[in-house]
């Protein structure tokens, strides 16, 4: 930050969500990483009454603003709610917030299940403490971040979103535990990177799909009699199954199933053995497909053309669902071919275009240089 200026920019990548979907408001386990792409945002105080927030975008160049000196409103669909509920609960949190101009550029497909509203939380509230010169513990800024998504937006996500774009490490997987609120890192092994290639059929979790699975899972967890799904097993499942529907049944089975395999990954770093790491992505898919049901028609072929195409171990949906995109495990020797080979048949199948890009795990949010 430029004190004399008054200025301050920060950046919040995106993320990927490696393996464990739906765990973290189950209090359980995910294995993710940030993305190189992300939010900017450049904050500067001004001489007015209002608070601007601009978006730079080629799609929609926005700009909202707002008195400096009244509580921020909602407005249902807008983009602007994230940047507004982070400077809701930051005054909660007693800071000032001065009038001031926020701009915002983004390199991150909106709607891919990459979080991009994460991006934009994160970055403001990093650019907007900088500009006051003070600063929060990762995971309490990660905690409001989501208290603005969860209260002001209204949509029931859990941690792991925001999580990951601070806490990320170029190079490694962040192995998050989301009762204690911890993470562990583990290097990515060398030779291999992930594939991000997106449905084409955008993601929105301000749908009521993802708040239903989450009531679904607490009712699961209220039958089984255990504080969160973390601590159900098979065998209690089984036992109570014909306590609860069938369909809440199959939903814990999917929780339970996914903890598990995360251990299984993690046990996978450990033993450098990225064929199993990849065999529990392409399990944790199918337990998505039949057990959770957040899957698409679209989801399913990317999926499938993904795990039948040669230097590719393993392949899922990755994040809320119901839309967005899969991630694979490649070699990277042979990523390359596979991205083209993916987009081609998704193509073919489908007629609908799409890009498989390589990633290998960036660093979490930072602030940048003002000038
Ligand atoms: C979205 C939510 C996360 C998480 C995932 C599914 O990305 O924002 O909190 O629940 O879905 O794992």
Not at 247 to 263: D, K, Y
Not at 313 to 334: C, D, I, Q, W, Y
Request: aromatic share 8%; glycine share 8%; charged share 20%.
């Amino acid at each position: 930050m430029n004190t004399s200026r008054r200025t301050a920019k920060s950046f919040a990548p995106g993320r990927i969500e490696i393996i464990g979907n739906h765990t973290d408001y189950n209090q359980g386990f995910v294995l993710s990483c940030a993305l190189p792409q992300g939010v900017e945002a450049f904050v500067e105080q001004i001489e007015s009454d209002n608070i601007f927030l601009n978006f730079t975008s080629d799609l929609a160049p926005e700009e909202f603003s707002f008195s400096a000196f009244t509580e921020p409103q909602a407005t249902p669909g807008a983009w602007t709610n994230y940047p507004l509920g982070v400077i809701k609960y930051l005054r909660e949190e007693g800071l000032e917030i001065p009038p001031c101009r926020i701009q915002f550029t983004s390199n991150l497909p909106a709607g891919a299940g990459l979080s991009s509203s994460a991006a934009i939380e994160i970055a403001t509230a990093t650019a907007l403490l900088a500009l006051s010169g003070t600063n929060l513990p990762p995971m309490d800024l990660a905690r409001l971040c989501r208290r603005a998504e969860n209260e002001f937006v209204g949509v029931n996500c859990g941690l792991l979103d925001q999580a990951t774009s601070i806490c990320g490490k170029a190079g490694h997987l962040l192995h998050l535990d989301f009762r204690s609120e911890t993470y562990e890192l583990y290097p990515l092994p060398p030779g291999h990177l992930f594939l991000v290639i997106p449905s084409g059929m955008k993601h929105s979790l301000v749908g009521g799909e993802y708040n239903e699975r989450r009531t679904q899972c607490y009712e699961a967890a209220r039958v089984l009699n255990v504080r969160a799904l973390r601590d159900a097993t098979f065998s209690a499942l089984e036992a109570a199954a014909d306590q609860m529907p069938e369909m809440v049944f199959r939903r814990a089975r999917h929780i339970i199933g996914e903890n598990q395999r995360v251990a299984e990954c993690v046990a996978a770093l450990q033993n450098n053995d990225m064929v199993a790491f990849g065999q529990a992505m392409t399990n944790s898919h199918q337990s998505s497909r039949l057990y959770f049901e957040n899957s698409t028609e679209e989801l399913d072929n990317l999926f499938e053309i993904a795990v039948s195409t040669p230097g590719v171990l393993g392949a899922r949906l990755t994040g809320g669902g119901f839309g967005g995109a899969v991630v694979a495990l490649a070699k990277a020797s042979k990523a390359s071919d596979a991205a083209k080979t993916i987009a081609t048949r998704y193509l073919q199948r489908t007629g609908i275009h799409t890009t498989a890009t390589p990633y290998v795990p960036a660093d979490g949010a930072r602030l940048l240089p003002t000038h």
